[in-house]
């Protein structure tokens, strides 16, 4: 199983970066991937999420308007693509994939146990 994030990058504030999470090793139709991202002294946060299984995506507060998740499941390939960036988004930006299935009634993994595989981060820093 493995999980490959790439698209990180130095961009000015107000910029755009599109990250890829390239998965392999395991149906990633099944599973729901999301991003987490991990700033400097700071707690791993959940910044959006897609499921497969029941088209169900999610956004934190700090990012929703800004960034946009999507899915090419023939490439098993999950994109973030982040526009309006702020200085306040830098971070390491994590891929992670969780088996569980997310329903319209239940509440979203967003919590880093829930989730099985990870990948080794890419740096996105924006400067002011």
């Known amino acids: 199983v493995q999980l490959v994030e790439s698209g990180g990058g130095l961009v000015q504030a107000g910029g755009s970066l599109r990250l890829s999470c390239a998965a392999s090793g395991f149906d990633f139709r099944k599973y729901t991937i999301a991003w987490f991202r991990q700033a400097p002294g700071k707690e791993r946060e959940a910044v959006s999420f897609?499921?497969?299984?029941?088209?169900?995506?999610y956004y934190s507060d700090s990012v929703k308007g800004r960034f946009t998740i999507s899915s090419d499941d023939a490439k098993y390939t999950v994109y973030l693509q982040m526009n309006s960036l702020k200085p306040e988004d830098t971070a390491v930006y994590y891929c992670?994939?969780?088996?569980?299935?997310?329903?319209?009634?239940?509440?979203?993994?967003?919590?880093?146990?829930?989730?099985?595989?990870w990948g080794q981060g890419t740096q996105v820093t924006v400067s002011a």
């Open positions: 897609y499921s497969s299984v029941s088209g169900i995506t």
């Open positions: 992670a994939a969780t088996y569980i299935s997310v329903q319209p009634n239940q509440p979203p993994p967003t919590a880093e146990y829930q989730y099985d595989y």
